[in-house]
């Protein structure tokens, strides 16, 4: 059973930086996939960030160039790190794992962290 934990969250101006982290644990298999989504109430949760075991990335295009997805050599934390932020930022940030390739849809990954809240003031 695998859990993952996320943290690093918290208020700041637009134009600041966060950096975000997720740790696992009670991982028993590679995951294909690792990501970050947000959600804000009302609203579907939204793929932000995506890297597989490789290493390889993908991005939603309201943050790339802003924000950088990346893991550790054992695979175990997730980091996402965001700069430039700007107040439609402002959501919770969840962690995810999948067996599954990097799709851009909530309900394709198998293990989710209870997200950390981040807000942006103008």
């Known amino acids: 059973q695998v859990q993952l934990v996320e943290s690093g969250g918290g208020s700041v101006q637009a134009g600041g930086s966060l950096r975000l982290s997720c740790a696992a644990s009670?991982?028993?298999?590679?995951?294909?996939?690792r990501a970050w989504f947000r959600q804000v109430p009302g609203k579907g949760r939204e793929g932000v960030a995506f890297?597989?075991?490789?290493?390889?990335?993908g991005y939603a295009a309201s943050v790339l160039g802003r924000f950088t997805i990346s893991q550790d050599n054992a695979k175990t934390t997730l980091y996402l790190q965001m700069n430039s932020l700007k107040p439609e930022d402002t959501a919770m940030y969840y962690c995810?794992?999948?067996?599954?390739?990097?799709?851009?849809?909530?309900?394709?990954?198998?293990?989710w962290g209870q997200g950390t809240q981040v807000t942006v003031s103008s």
């Open positions: 995810a794992a999948g067996t599954g390739g990097c799709v851009n849809r909530a309900d394709e990954y198998d293990y």
């Open positions: 009670g991982y028993s298999y590679t995951a294909n996939c």
């Open positions: 890297i597989n075991p490789n290493g390889g990335t």
